[in-house]
């Protein structure tokens, strides 16, 4: 069976800065658009990255300090400091990983604890140290973001 080819050889299919954004103010998804211009989702991504009409990504550094192998990169607490992150920045999770979250975090400060990492062993709760929690630390910072809502 024959491919049909969409573009001609040796042309890759352009995205015109211009209508990319009257598409993107219309509410067109990814999707949509990579249909609409014959281009991968990848490569709308991006266009619209270099159009400027990407949202910036989130910085959960301070959160999540630790350079983390792939391995634990899903883990609980690693999900809920990037979690409680992102209510500390404004831009809270779903309500229910948003709780999750806000509990896990009061149970180590309520018990006195806190989470350390190391890349063979992923995360492990530890006695907090008199200098500070930093779970405690990342809770307060989600707290103050969630109040400017």
């Known amino acids: 069976m024959k491919r049909e080819r969409r573009w001609p050889v040796g042309r890759k299919p ?30 709308v991504l991006q266009a619209k990255r270099a159009a400027g009409l990407a949202k ?17 990169a899903q883990s609980g607490p690693a999900t809920n400091l990037r979690n409680l992150s992102a209510a500390a920045q404004g831009k809270p999770p779903a309500a229910e990983r948003l ?24 995360f492990c709760e530890v006695s907090a140290p008199p200098s500070g929690s930093h779970v405690a630390a990342v809770l307060a910072a989600a707290r103050k973001g969630l109040e400017g809502r």
């Open 99 to 122: 709780n999750t979250a806000l509990r896990w975090a009061q149970r180590l400060v309520d018990a006195g604890l806190d989470v350390w990492y190391d890349a063979d062993e992923g």
């Open 56 to 72: 910036p990504m989130m910085d959960h550094s301070d959160a999540v300090p630790w350079k983390l192998a792939r391995a634990h």
């Open 14 to 43: 352009s995205i015109d800065r211009r209508e990319l954004a009257e598409l993107v103010a219309q509410g067109m998804s990814v999707q949509e658009l990579a249909a609409h211009f014959g281009v991968s989702e990848s490569g």
